[in-house]
Protein backbone atom coordinates (compact mmCIF):
# COMPACT_ATOMS: atom_id res chain seq x y z
CA UNK A 1 0.00 0.00 0.00
CA UNK A 2 1.22 3.26 -0.62
CA UNK A 3 1.66 5.59 1.85
CA UNK A 4 -0.85 8.30 2.49
CA UNK A 5 0.39 11.85 4.42
CA UNK A 6 3.75 12.92 4.32
CA UNK A 7 5.89 16.12 5.77
CA UNK A 8 5.04 17.78 2.18
CA UNK A 9 1.04 18.05 3.64
CA UNK A 10 1.86 19.96 6.46
CA UNK A 11 3.88 22.25 4.62
CA UNK A 12 1.08 22.90 2.22
CA UNK A 13 -1.50 23.21 5.32
CA UNK A 14 0.91 26.02 7.22
CA UNK A 15 1.67 27.64 3.61
CA UNK A 16 -2.16 28.28 2.90
CA UNK A 17 -2.26 29.84 6.12
CA UNK A 18 0.10 32.16 5.76
CA UNK A 19 -0.48 32.88 2.10
CA UNK A 20 -4.20 32.30 1.30
CA UNK A 21 -4.39 34.38 -2.43
CA UNK A 22 -4.86 33.15 -5.30
CA UNK A 23 -1.05 33.14 -6.38
CA UNK A 24 0.20 31.43 -3.82
CA UNK A 25 -2.54 28.67 -4.54
CA UNK A 26 -2.11 28.32 -8.04
CA UNK A 27 2.07 28.17 -7.35
CA UNK A 28 1.60 25.80 -4.87
CA UNK A 29 -1.63 23.40 -6.97
CA UNK A 30 0.87 20.26 -8.06
CA UNK A 31 1.41 20.37 -4.25
CA UNK A 32 -2.25 20.63 -3.27
CA UNK A 33 -3.06 17.56 -5.58
CA UNK A 34 -0.18 15.32 -4.71
CA UNK A 35 0.07 15.78 -1.01
CA UNK A 36 -3.53 16.51 0.12
CA UNK A 37 -6.23 16.15 -2.10
CA UNK A 38 -4.77 12.37 -3.71
CA UNK A 39 -3.84 10.85 -0.05
CA UNK A 40 -7.25 12.00 1.38
CA UNK A 41 -8.90 10.81 -1.56
CA UNK A 42 -6.94 7.63 -1.35
CA UNK A 43 -7.45 7.08 2.33
CA UNK A 44 -11.66 7.91 1.95
CA UNK A 45 -11.63 5.04 -0.22
CA UNK A 46 -9.41 2.81 1.62
CA UNK A 47 -11.94 3.09 4.77
CA UNK A 48 -15.04 3.26 2.59
CA UNK A 49 -13.91 -0.19 1.21
CA UNK A 50 -13.03 -1.53 4.66
CA UNK A 51 -16.18 -0.10 6.23
CA UNK A 52 -18.26 -2.16 3.51
CA UNK A 53 -16.39 -5.37 4.17
CA UNK A 54 -16.79 -5.33 7.60
CA UNK A 55 -20.63 -4.52 7.38
CA UNK A 56 -22.49 -4.57 3.40
CA UNK A 57 -25.19 -3.04 4.35
CA UNK A 58 -22.79 0.01 4.69
CA UNK A 59 -22.72 2.14 1.35
CA UNK A 60 -21.76 6.01 2.79
CA UNK A 61 -19.45 6.91 -0.37
CA UNK A 62 -16.95 9.35 0.22
CA UNK A 63 -17.49 13.18 0.04
CA UNK A 64 -14.13 15.21 -0.25
CA UNK A 65 -14.21 18.97 0.59
CA UNK A 66 -12.77 21.18 -2.44
CA UNK A 67 -9.71 23.54 -1.80
CA UNK A 68 -11.91 27.10 -2.50
CA UNK A 69 -14.47 28.28 0.44
CA UNK A 70 -17.21 29.79 -0.48
CA UNK A 71 -16.95 33.24 0.31
CA UNK A 72 -20.09 35.17 -0.52
CA UNK A 73 -21.98 34.83 3.09
CA UNK A 74 -18.91 35.00 4.76
CA UNK A 75 -17.04 37.55 6.95
CA UNK A 76 -13.78 35.71 6.11
CA UNK A 77 -12.71 36.30 2.69
CA UNK A 78 -9.69 33.70 2.72
CA UNK A 79 -10.67 32.30 -0.59
CA UNK A 80 -8.44 28.77 0.26
CA UNK A 81 -9.74 26.33 3.07
CA UNK A 82 -6.87 26.11 5.87
CA UNK A 83 -8.33 22.36 6.37
CA UNK A 84 -8.95 19.41 4.41
CA UNK A 85 -11.53 16.52 4.95
CA UNK A 86 -14.00 13.98 3.74
CA UNK A 87 -17.36 12.74 4.67
CA UNK A 88 -18.99 9.25 4.07
CA UNK A 89 -22.22 9.87 3.45
CA UNK A 90 -24.73 8.00 1.12
CA UNK A 91 -26.02 11.50 -0.70
CA UNK A 92 -22.81 13.15 -0.61
CA UNK A 93 -24.16 16.21 1.42
CA UNK A 94 -21.22 18.35 1.85
CA UNK A 95 -23.19 20.00 4.78
CA UNK A 96 -22.94 19.84 8.77
CA UNK A 97 -26.79 19.38 9.51
CA UNK A 98 -27.25 15.97 8.33
CA UNK A 99 -30.37 13.54 9.18
CA UNK A 100 -27.90 10.20 9.49
CA UNK A 101 -24.41 9.85 11.93
CA UNK A 102 -21.30 10.52 9.45
CA UNK A 103 -17.98 9.10 9.44
CA UNK A 104 -15.10 12.02 8.86
CA UNK A 105 -11.63 12.47 9.07
CA UNK A 106 -10.02 15.84 8.92
CA UNK A 107 -6.43 17.71 9.08
CA UNK A 108 -5.34 21.20 9.31
CA UNK A 109 -2.26 22.95 10.10
CA UNK A 110 -2.26 22.10 13.66
CA UNK A 111 -3.88 18.94 14.02
CA UNK A 112 -5.57 15.92 12.58
CA UNK A 113 -8.71 14.39 14.14
CA UNK A 114 -11.72 11.44 12.75
CA UNK A 115 -14.74 10.14 14.35
CA UNK A 116 -18.18 10.43 13.71
CA UNK A 117 -20.98 13.24 14.51
CA UNK A 118 -24.58 13.31 14.23
CA UNK A 119 -25.73 17.14 13.50
CA UNK A 120 -29.51 16.20 12.88
CA UNK A 121 -32.18 19.25 12.50
CA UNK A 122 -34.17 20.37 15.75
CA UNK A 123 -36.87 17.73 14.78
CA UNK A 124 -34.19 15.21 13.28
CA UNK A 125 -32.90 15.32 17.18
CA UNK A 126 -36.24 15.14 18.52
CA UNK A 127 -36.43 11.72 16.92
CA UNK A 128 -33.35 10.83 18.40
CA UNK A 129 -34.77 11.36 21.95
CA UNK A 130 -38.26 9.49 21.25
CA UNK A 131 -35.72 6.88 20.42
CA UNK A 132 -34.22 7.04 24.09
CA UNK A 133 -37.24 7.34 25.57
CA UNK A 134 -39.16 4.40 23.76
CA UNK A 135 -36.31 1.94 24.71
CA UNK A 136 -34.02 3.41 27.11
CA UNK A 137 -32.72 -0.20 27.94
CA UNK A 138 -31.28 -0.43 24.24
CA UNK A 139 -29.75 3.35 24.97
CA UNK A 140 -27.73 1.88 27.58
CA UNK A 141 -26.42 -1.00 26.32
CA UNK A 142 -24.92 1.69 23.39
CA UNK A 143 -23.43 3.71 25.93
CA UNK A 144 -22.04 1.00 28.13
CA UNK A 145 -19.87 0.01 24.79
CA UNK A 146 -19.11 3.77 24.22
CA UNK A 147 -17.68 3.74 27.70
CA UNK A 148 -15.52 0.22 27.39
CA UNK A 149 -13.25 2.82 24.86
CA UNK A 150 -10.94 5.10 25.54
CA UNK A 151 -10.29 6.39 21.69
CA UNK A 152 -13.35 8.65 21.24
CA UNK A 153 -14.42 11.69 23.41
CA UNK A 154 -18.52 12.52 23.19
CA UNK A 155 -18.83 15.93 23.34
CA UNK A 156 -21.65 18.64 21.88
CA UNK A 157 -23.77 21.86 23.11
CA UNK A 158 -26.06 21.05 26.13
CA UNK A 159 -29.70 22.40 25.95
CA UNK A 160 -29.97 24.02 29.60
CA UNK A 161 -33.64 22.95 30.35
CA UNK A 162 -33.87 19.48 31.12
CA UNK A 163 -35.29 17.22 28.47
CA UNK A 164 -36.65 14.58 30.73
CA UNK A 165 -35.99 14.47 34.34
CA UNK A 166 -37.12 11.07 34.76
CA UNK A 167 -34.13 10.05 32.54
CA UNK A 168 -30.83 8.26 34.32
CA UNK A 169 -27.77 10.46 34.50
CA UNK A 170 -25.67 8.40 31.82
CA UNK A 171 -28.47 8.65 29.78
CA UNK A 172 -29.62 12.66 30.18
CA UNK A 173 -25.70 12.96 29.29
CA UNK A 174 -27.09 12.32 25.78
CA UNK A 175 -30.42 12.83 25.53
CA UNK A 176 -30.06 16.89 26.46
CA UNK A 177 -27.54 17.33 23.55
CA UNK A 178 -27.93 19.76 20.74
CA UNK A 179 -25.58 17.68 18.58
CA UNK A 180 -23.22 15.01 19.34
CA UNK A 181 -19.43 14.58 18.69
CA UNK A 182 -17.43 10.77 18.99
CA UNK A 183 -13.68 12.36 18.28
CA UNK A 184 -10.26 11.57 18.26
CA UNK A 185 -7.50 14.56 17.89
CA UNK A 186 -4.10 14.07 17.62
CA UNK A 187 -1.52 16.07 16.93
CA UNK A 188 1.50 16.20 14.02
CA UNK A 189 4.06 14.65 16.83
CA UNK A 190 1.96 10.78 16.58
CA UNK A 191 3.91 9.55 13.53
CA UNK A 192 0.66 7.83 12.37
CA UNK A 193 -0.52 10.27 10.35
CA UNK A 194 2.40 9.51 7.87
CA UNK A 195 2.26 5.75 8.25
CA UNK A 196 1.61 3.59 5.45
CA UNK A 197 -0.94 1.63 7.51
CA UNK A 198 -2.96 4.94 8.26
CA UNK A 199 -6.04 3.13 6.77
CA UNK A 200 -5.77 0.12 8.76
CA UNK A 201 -5.12 2.28 12.01
CA UNK A 202 -7.97 4.43 11.78
CA UNK A 203 -10.92 1.83 10.79
CA UNK A 204 -9.59 -0.61 13.53
CA UNK A 205 -10.24 2.25 16.18
CA UNK A 206 -13.29 3.63 14.05
CA UNK A 207 -14.55 0.17 14.75
CA UNK A 208 -14.58 0.82 18.66
CA UNK A 209 -17.35 3.18 18.10
CA UNK A 210 -19.22 1.14 15.35
CA UNK A 211 -22.38 -0.10 17.44
CA UNK A 212 -22.77 3.64 18.65
CA UNK A 213 -22.87 4.59 14.83
CA UNK A 214 -25.61 2.32 14.31
CA UNK A 215 -27.55 2.88 17.15
CA UNK A 216 -27.86 6.50 15.84
CA UNK A 217 -28.48 5.35 12.01
CA UNK A 218 -31.68 3.42 13.36
Given at each position: ?AD??S????E ?7 N ?9 K??Y ?5 G???H???EL ?6 Y????N ?12 R ?18 D ?5 T????T??F???PD ?10 D?K????FR????A ?5 R ?7 A ?8 E?Y?R ?12 WA?RK????I ?13 D?AD ?5 L???YP??K????
Open positions: MFFEKTNYLIGIRYNNKQWFQEHDMREYVHPMLLSEFKKFHEDRSFEKPKISRANRDIFSNNKNPYKECKWFFLRAGSPHIYPNPFFEISWWRYGFFFYAPGMAEKKIDNVSACRVIKKYNQDVFVLSGKKIYNKDLPEDIMDQYLDFRYEDYGNMEFYSELIVFERKLIVYFFLR
